[in-house]
């Protein structure tokens, strides 16, 4: 039985198939398969599954799981499946074929809004998207990431609300996906990188719309932290060197979960790397994978919820990312 332990616990864990399986719904607001294959949103004992592919052949299916606090409602809006509890949302949706998705992700966001603010969970506190060839470019030379951000950046201009942390990365297949959570009332707080520009302000030379998210999401005592890279200021720093971009990478996710950048943020406390919990890493090249794990575990605590995934990073330059939740 998944419980939570009170609101300053993480509600979200990284667990195997067979102890997902083993779950039955018990307790289980929504859940993310990463897995070998893509397929459609649905329901697994009456909880909303995303399906991810992000493993290849053979690799380890990693469940992302939601923890529910109390009894959960479910339902369907616009092509998304949702569970909320009182306390949290979480909702999954499929936005399309990812090449030259950015009307659709635009609905999709726009959907997602209309959904928090109907069901009343209005602090959007953490948001993934998956997108199949993020760096790919379609016929007029338009990269799909680019072209995510030009829709997601309308839903935001035209839904306006505080941008959450989030991840946007490489899925092997499937087109684009997303999914999120919200929480009904708690103190909610976005951070920034002292060491990095805000995304929602990147120079134009990365896109014609600048990516909307936090660097971090603060929900009571417990931080979200999105995908993280090799960026100083807005460039990347270190191309074609792994070992170099997951240093980088590490120390910007110190940076940002520590002490003096929480104070900055008017937030008390603060943490340090071994305090990361459900870590979960991208690497572009599968033969980087070993190098970065190695790398990792000398930082984070054996105590992390911790997988690594061999998928695309959103630019071309950039070989590893990086996300956790410190609590
Ligand atoms: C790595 C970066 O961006 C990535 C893309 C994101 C998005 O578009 O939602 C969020 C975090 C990262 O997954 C970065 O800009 O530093």
Sequence with gaps: MLRTGGITSSRCSLRTAEDFDRLAGDGVLGAVRYTTGAGPVGWEHGCPVLPLHMVRPGGPEVVEVWAASGPVRTGEHRGLHYAHDGEVLFAAGHIGPSAGCGEAAREAYLAAFELVDRLGYPHLFRMWNALEGITDRDGRGTEVYAEF??????????????????????????????????????????????????????????????????????????????????????????PGDVVRQCQVTLANLAALVGRDNLARHGLPGGWVLRDLRQVKVYVKRPEDVPTVTR?????????????????????????????????
């Design 295 to 327: 790398l990792c575990r000398e930082e984070f605590s054996r105590r992390a919820e911790f997988a690594v995934f061999a998928v695309d990073v959103c630019r071309p330059d950039l070989l590893v990312e990086i996300e956790g939740i410190a609590s």
């Design 149 to 238: 951000c030009v829709g997601r950046a309308r839903a935001f201009e035209e839904s306006p609300r505080p941008m959450p942390a989030a991840t946007g990365i490489g899925a092997l297949g499937g087109g684009a996906s997303f999914y999120f959570v919200a929480h009904r009332a708690g103190r909610v707080v976005h951070l920034e990188n002292p060491l990095q520009v805000p995304a929602h302000e990147y120079p134009r030379r990365y896109g014609p719309r600048s990516p909307s998210f936090a660097r971090a999401t603060w929900l009571e005592g417990v931080l979200h932290v999105s995908g993280t890279a090799s960026i100083l200021d807005d460039a990347t720093v270190c």
